[in-house]
């Protein structure tokens, strides 16, 4: 037994003991639904009849579980979600910083050592992250466990899937399915097999239409046409509306997009369905895992908003296909035997043009004046402190290893003094500052998403429900509320609904399937097993 578990195994059996939720389930399906919120999941909740019902119907619902980091992005809450630790602790601080070190960006689950399988470009993987996972902890409790990830994102797939699964899968955005050479040495001929069925070009010659009655929208949401979405065709000038003729988009957008439309995601759990079967996964007392990654919600969501036609659409389409998936598990697996868990990365912020419809002060940070402010704060560090001390990457800003503490200080004040100024922005704060946290939920926040070395030095946060999305569409990122609540619910057929409306973090999810799945997981995380029943 590997040196990161220190609870003996006789003790997680004590420890599981209580629990209500039937016997061990064969099968693990660990939804992340990307840019998931539970305020749309509540405010639709009449219109859902399959998959999302389904859930809520078997469920335990954790209504306020909250993602407790301050950088609400995908990698860093996907890894939070399967390993149970902060994103500083495990130094998943984003999707991508700056390396001191190699003078340049890195992608967080970057790997040099490896291939992507279709193109032969720089491979991703999980090798260089030191935490475990979920999938780790199945394996090695039993090594016969099947640990699947598939995801519409590549760093969703990996930070899901963990060190040593049976394979991670994601979009490639050529038109189908790849993994990288850490995980095979050639692409499954299984899933060669399934993207040579399913010929995404074709989608060309589509339209993406709504899938009920217009006036269902139109009662439940805000206007279709409403400035500050994004518009995929501009064939007739701005106008984001319904329908979406796929052709005005062009084959090369459909097919490098695919995974970020209602299609993409069905595709998703198609492919998971091929998975289950191709590995033979809930089919004895040994427990499998299954994780999904789901992109299209946050791909509807950044380009029209969460209170769009097309995201209610996104929604409908999800629950449809989802429900589908699950009555094909329960067939196929055994009624009772799958445990589901629902969750998300982030949340979102709504278009500020509608937030000001509301009332609500809200804004885009304009990017002219922010790029200059940066050329100017640049030009005065080089000055004052000397070339080569702070590089900016993104909103972030570091400090090279041979800045001394005078040049440090003279390069914060700067920053400060001129970077405040910008609209939409809170404050400017130092990863030290940072470090010492406080007496409020977003300082603690903002602690747990720094890691001493690899962080950057200054931050800029920006107001509540300020974005630095510009000029159209919306996002997140933030350690406010609206960015950190997601929805968590853990299903299993003839499980008694219920609402618990404790708080909770995201970090706990993991260390409770492991405690339902009666296998040890590692003292040191920072989640703790929820209790279901209580």
């Not at 004590?14 to 099968?27: A, E, T």
């Not at 890691?451 to 200054?458: A, E, G, L, N, W």
């Amino acid at each position: 037994m590997k040196n990161w578990f220190f609870m003996p195994l006789t003790a997680a059996f004590l420890f599981i003991g209580s629990s209500k939720i039937q016997s061990q389930p064969r099968l693990v399906v660990f939804i992340a639904v990307d840019q998931g919120m539970p305020e749309l999941l509540e405010k639709y909740d009449h219109l859902f009849t399959g998959g999302y019902r389904w859930l809520k119907n078997n469920g335990v619902q954790f209504s306020q579980a909250y993602h407790e980091h301050g950088y609400t992005a995908t990698g860093p809450a996907h890894f939070v979600l399967s390993s149970g630790q902060y994103p500083g602790a495990g130094g998943v601080i984003g999707n991508q910083w700056f390396d001191r070190e190699l003078k340049r960006g890195w992608y967080c689950v970057e790997d040099t050592l490896s291939q992507v399988l279709r193109d032969g470009s720089t491979g991703r993987s999980y090798r260089l992250i030191q935490s475990t996972t979920l999938g780790d902890w199945m394996k090695q409790a039993n090594p016969e466990s099947k640990v699947v990830s598939v995801a519409g994102k590549d760093r969703a797939s990996v930070l899901l899937g963990g060190k040593n699964p049976d394979t991670a899968l994601w979009y490639d955005r050529a038109g189908g399915w790849t993994s990288s050479t850490y995980y095979h040495s050639s692409l499954p001929r299984w899933v060669q097999n399934f993207n040579a069925q399913l010929n995404i070009a074709s989608f060309v010659d589509s339209t993406w239409q709504r899938l009920v009655s217009e006036d269902i929208y139109t009662s439940n949401t805000r206007a279709d046409n409403f400035y500050g979405e994004a518009d995929w065709t501009m064939s007739k000038g701005y106008s984001p509306t319904f329908p979406i003729d796929f052709k005005e988009m062009g084959a090369e957008a459909i097919i490098g997009s695919y995974a970020y439309i209602p299609h993409g995601d069905n595709t998703v759990l198609k492919l998971g369905l091929t998975a289950v079967n191709e590995y033979h996964m809930g089919k004895d007392e040994i427990p499998d895992i299954l994780f999904l990654g789901l992109s299209a919600t946050d791909g509807v969501g950044h380009s029209f908003g969460p209170h769009s036609h097309e995201q209610l659409d996104n929604y409908l389409r999800l629950d449809k296909n989802l429900g589908a998936f699950i009555q094909k598990l329960e067939s196929e697996v055994g009624s009772g035997k799958v445990l589901y868990i629902l969750s998300s990365d982030h949340g979102a912020l709504g278009l500020p043009e509608y937030l000001k419809s509301q009332g609500i002060d809200s804004g885009r940070i304009p990017h002219l004046k922010r790029d200059s402010l940066y050329t100017f704060v640049q030009n005065e560090i080089e000055k004052q402190v000397g070339p080569g001390k702070v590089t900016r990457y993104g909103n972030f800003f570091y400090y090279d290893k041979s800045i001394n503490q005078m040049e440090q200080e003279v390069a914060t004040e700067i920053l400060k003094s001129h970077l405040s100024k910008l609209d939409g922005i809170h404050t400017v704060i130092t990863k030290e500052d940072m470090l010492k946290g406080g007496d409020s939920v977003y300082k603690t926040r903002l602690k747990n998403m720094v890691h001493p070395d690899k962080s950057p030095d200054v931050y800029l946060i920006p107001k509540k429900y300020w974005t630095w999305k510009y000029p159209q569409g919306a996002s997140h990122g933030s350690p406010y509320d609206y960015d950190a609540h997601v929805p968590l619910i853990f299903a299993r057929a003839g499980q008694k609904a219920k609402i618990k409306l404790v708080r909770v973090k995201t970090v706990d999810i993991a260390p409770t399937v492991a405690k339902i799945l009666q296998i040890d997981f590692p003292k040191s995380i920072d989640g703790k097993a929820l209790n279901l029943d209580e």
